[in-house]
T-cell receptor
Framework: DTEVTQTPKHLVMGMTNKKSLKCEQH?????MYWYKQKAKKPPELMFV???????INESVPSRFSPECPNSSLLNLHLHALQPEDSALYLC??????????????FGDGTRLSIL | DAKTTQPTSMDCAEGRAANLPCNHS???????VYWYRQIHSQGPQYIIH???NNETNEMASLIITEDRKSSTLILPHATLRDTAVYYC?????????????FGQGTELSVKP
C-alpha cells in the first residue's frame, strides 16, 4: 500500500471541462511533486513544491495549474486540456530540503483520458 | 536528458539473483545513484540509493564502482513479483530541488 494517496484513480473529461486531481500524504514530508507519464514512457517531472511554495515549473502549459493548500495536500487543476494530455499523473513526496536527500515516495497515479 | 544508460530488457530465472547494470559516466561529485521500479499500473517504488559506498537493504543491494561511473542493482532471490521496469537515476537530490529525471529503464522479466 502506498503512503501517498491520489484521487480519483481514473478521470475522463472533455476538452472544455474543469477538473482537479488531488494528492495527500501524512508522512510529514515538506516537498511534493507532480509527474506526467505517457504510455510506455518514463515519468516526466512537471512541478515541485517545497514548503508549500512552487520551486520548479518544468515549462508546463498554463492549462495545468498546481496548488499546495497545506503541507499534506497537493492539487492539480485542469482546464481546457487537449487529447495529448491523456496520461497517468503521478504525485510524489519527500522529506524536503535540508533533511538528508531522502527518496521520493509515489502514489499510484490518476489515469486521465481527454475526449 | 537522463544521465544514465541501462539495457532495455533483461530476463531472470525465479530464485536466481538479478543483476541490473547502469552506466552513469558523467555523474557529478554531489550526485547520488537512486533506483526505483515500476510495476505495471502502479507508481514508481523506491528501492535503494547511494553516494559512494555499497548499500544493502531488505529489498536489494547497490554496488557502485570506485570511480562511480557505473553501478549494479542486485535482487538476491528474484520472484515473479519482481517483474517490473527498473529505473536508475542520478540526482543531487535536494541540491537540485529534488529533481528526478527518469531514463527509459530496464524491463526485467522474472520467469518460472
Amino acid at each position: 500500500d502506498t503512503e501517498v494517496t491520489q484521487t480519483p484513480k481514473h478521470l475522463v473529461m472533455g476538452m472544455t471541462n474543469k477538473k482537479s486531481l488531488k494528492c495527500e500524504q501524512h508522512m510529514g514530508h515538506r516537498a511534493m511533486y507532480w509527474y506526467k507519464q505517457k504510455a510506455k514512457k518514463p515519468p516526466e517531472l512537471m512541478f515541485v513544491y517545497s514548503y508549500e511554495k512552487l520551486s520548479i515549473n518544468e515549462s508546463v502549459p498554463s492549462r495545468f495549474s498546481p496548488e499546495c493548500p497545506n503541507s499534506s495536500l497537493l492539487n492539480l487543476h485542469l482546464h481546457a486540456l487537449q487529447p495529448e494530455d491523456s496520461a497517468l499523473y503521478l504525485c510524489a513526496s519527500s522529506q524536503g530540503p535540508g533533511r538528508g536527500n531522502q527518496p521520493q515516495h509515489f502514489g499510484d497515479g490518476t489515469r486521465l483520458s481527454i475526449l | 536528458d537522463a544521465k544514465t544508460t541501462q539495457p532495455t530488457s533483461m530476463d531472470c530465472a525465479e530464485g536466481r539473483a538479478a543483476n541490473l547494470p547502469c552506466n552513469h559516466s558523467t555523474i557529478s561529485g554531489n550526485e547520488y545513484v537512486y533506483w526505483y521500479r515500476q510495476i505495471h499500473s502502479q507508481g514508481p517504488q523506491y528501492i535503494i540509493h547511494g553516494l559512494k559506498n555499497n548499500e544493502t537493504n531488505e529489498m536489494a543491494s547497490l554496488i557502485i564502482t570506485e570511480d562511480r561511473k557505473s553501478s549494479t542493482l542486485i535482487l538476491p532471490h528474484a520472484t515473479l513479483r519482481d517483474t517490473a521496469v527498473y529505473y536508475c537515476i542520478v540526482s543531487a537530490g535536494d541540491n537540485q530541488g529534488g529533481k528526478l529525471i527518469f531514463g527509459q529503464g530496464t524491463e526485467l522479466s522474472v520467469k518460472p
